[in-house]
């Protein structure tokens, strides 16, 4: 990957290595699946507490599987629009997906009701800045800030957008990105040279 | 007037509404139809995935290029197998090897990448001009993001003590330019989680009125 970067024309190995990389990854979805067949077929033939959770997994697990891999339309492939399998998409899986995340709002409101005490001025920093953005970047936030007296002139949404999300909150992310990445790279190079090799299973 | 919908569509509209109302369940306690509804969930992304990687992976980028006899990829068919192999505890080393190999490649890509894209672009992206930007605004919004990004840095390092030295107190400035980003990034995940909130809120709404339409309603 290192040496086609920097010679053009053999990035034809790149594209080659990256559509294995992806052929491979694609194989472990495969090998997911099986272990959940294992893990959730032994309790079911063991009959432990609540393997009925466990069969209903596995057969909806079977049946979107049949229908995505099997069922096929008259014309084209069973995962295009119209199919079975994308009935299951629009009914099952995108309704359970968006209600499971929408169910993070009210776990997220009470968490923070707990942690965001001001318990200190680094604290007390944190907290208003999520309150400016939480109730300033809505139109019922931005009504009741001109409908305020004397301070109503400003414009609250141009100060959070400008100072907060592009000056403030942009250098923090990117502090945080440049250290991530800076990371990355040196366990890239930690692996290549064989010192990091934990992935295989062994010591480092 | 829209046209009533068809009863297909209203048996697909009310299984999402009744799983999401088993979803929503939880916010009383832990019950039997939210865990019904979580099971479905897994087996249900776990399969859609699979069949996802299938069709857009496996069957263009293996499948077809093989039957059209470019026998390379066949070290990629065998790789994938190898990594199967796994569920057989005597071969379960063979999975090593498409392991190595995906490190391998995922090191490399970082390696240079990473790098281009993300370091230099955002080294870039932080070195603006403090002058003769055409604002004091805008001048002051590249001053915080460089003093936030390099005093951020700071307080990253921990291979020198954050002491009362001017080391020390600018990595102090930056735990307090990160406190600011932490609070932006809480007030942005808890807006966009309140968005799903609705989102799901109107998916009732719209059934409803579906409903209501089906059965003859205006």
């Known amino acids: 990957m290192i040496i086609q970067f920097y010679i053009y024309p053999l990035d034809w190995l790149g594209e080659l290595f990256n559509s294995f990389y992806n052929i491979v990854l694609t194989f472990a979805f495969v090998l997911g699946a099986i272990s959940l067949f294992q893990v959730h077929g032994k309790k079911i033939i063991a009959q432990t507490s609540g ?22 339309p008259e014309k084209g492939q069973p995962v295009d629009a119209g199919t079975a399998f994308d009935w299951i998409f629009n009914n099952i899986f995108t309704p359970l997906c968006s209600t499971t995340y929408s169910l993070l709002a009210f776990y ?3 968490a923070s009701f707990r942690a965001f005490r001001a318990r200190s001025a680094q604290a007390t920093v944190l907290l208003v800045t999520a309150f400016l953005v939480m109730l300033f970047r809505v139109p019922l936030g931005e009504y009741i800030w001109h409908s305020l007296p004397w301070v109503g002139q400003f414009d609250i949404t ?11 909150n942009a250098a923090g992310q990117r502090a945080i990105m440049l250290g991530a990445s800076v ?6 190079l930690k692996i290549l040279l064989g010192i990091e090799v934990s992935y295989l299973g062994g010591n480092d | 007037m829209e046209n009533a919908p068809a009863f297909s569509d209203m048996i697909g509209m009310w299984t999402g509404v009744c799983l ?30 699979m069949c996802i990687g299938y069709w857009q992976v496996i069957y263009p980028d293996l499948i077809q290029r093989l039957q059209g006899g470019d026998w390379r990829y066949l070290i990629a068919a065998v790789l994938g197998i ?12 063979m999975e090593r090897w498409p392991l190595a190999f995906m490190v391998g490649i995922f090191a490399g890509y970082n390696i240079v990448y990473t790098m281009q894209a993300q370091i230099l672009k955002q080294i870039e992206a932080t070195v603006l001009p403090l002058w003769g930007t055409g604002s004091w605004q805008t001048a002051c919004i590249n001053l915080i993001v460089l003093a936030g990004v390099l005093t951020g840095l700071m307080y990253f390092y921990f291979s020198r003590e954050h002491d009362n030295s001017l080391w020390g107190k600018s990595a102090r400035l930056g735990v307090w330019i990160l406190m600011i980003s932490f609070g932006a990034a809480f007030g942005y995940t808890v807006m966009a989680r309140m968005s799903l ?3 799901r809120v109107m998916f009732f709404q719209d059934v409803w009125r579906a409903t209501v339409q089906f059965f003859g309603g205006s």
Do not use: Q
Request: glycine content about 10%; charged content about 10%; overall charge neutral.
């Open chain 1, 108 to 110: 997220i409101a009470s």
């Open chain 2, 197 to 199: 909130f609705i989102g």
């Open chain 2, 82 to 93: 190898m990594l199967l192999m796994r569920i057989f505890p005597k071969c379960a080393w």
């Open chain 2, 20 to 49: 999401s109302m088993c979803i929503f369940s939880f916010l009383y306690k832990d019950n039997p139809f939210y865990k019904l509804a979580e099971h479905i969930f897994v087996g249900v992304s776990a399969g859609y995935w």
């Open chain 1, 51 to 72: 393997w009925g959770y466990n069969l209903v997994l596995l057969v909806s697990l079977t049946v979107t599987l049949i229908f995505g891999l099997f069922v096929f």
């Open chain 1, 183 to 188: 990371g990355l790279v040196s366990i890239s």
């Open chain 1, 158 to 168: 141009a100060f959070i957008d400008d100072w907060i999300m592009g000056g403030f």
